[in-house]
């Protein structure tokens, strides 16, 4: 039987892949609806570069606000520039934390407020680096099939869950024309 020959290839590498690739929430669905969110104060670094260093921007935020004493919520980014259109070094994004309302910040952190809005959400439960193209894979395809495109900005929140066994929820926001 030939299936026998490939059978300890599925077994130590195909099967382990798939087995992670699940974990991380990569069949997880996605869901996609309209609501109201916000409003979000939030605390950032914006920068112009390639999207894969906002992790590190992530980060600078993230001290820069302990070292001033503030306490940082939800980890917040907004992507101004569509990567399908803007080439890596022209791409505009913020990246920090959602903060109380009334909050002070010093440089290098500024402060902006997201009002509330009508919004497509894009909702799914998977691992922090797997779920934006999850996230975005399905806003993709849900607005394409109704003859529109990603508007960008888009805000992306994530919520971890607290535990190594459970994948977090990140939510990508894009305004309703």
């Known amino acids: 039987m030939p299936y026998k020959k490939f059978l300890p ?16 929430g990569g069949f997880n669905p996605v869901g996609i609806r309209t609501e109201v969110r916000g ?8 920068r112009t570069g390639d999207y894969a260093n906002l992790p590190k921007l992530a980060d600078e935020a993230y001290r820069a606000l302990k070292a001033q004493g503030v306490e940082p919520g939800l980890p917040v980014t907004v992507l101004y520039s569509n990567p399908d259109l803007v080439p890596k070094a022209e791409r505009r994004a913020r990246a920090g934390f959602l903060v109380a309302p ?14 509330a809005r009508p919004v497509l959400a ?3 439960q998977a691992g922090l680096l797997l779920a934006p193209s999850r996230a975005y894979q399905a806003l993709d395809e849900h607005l394409q099939a ?15 869950s607290g535990s190594v066994l459970k994948m977090g929820v990140l939510t990508v926001e894009m305004e309703q024309p």
């Open 9 to 24: 290839f599925l077994l130590a590498f195909v099967l382990p892949l798939v087995a992670v690739y699940a974990w991380w």
């Open 39 to 46: 409003p979000y104060t939030y605390a950032y670094l914006e």
């Open 102 to 115: 009334g909050s002070a910040v010093a440089p290098p952190l500024e402060l902006d407020t997201i009002p």
């Open 122 to 124: 894009a909702r799914v």
């Open 146 to 160: 109704r003859g529109q495109g990603i508007r960008m900005p888009t805000v992306e929140i994530y919520e971890a």
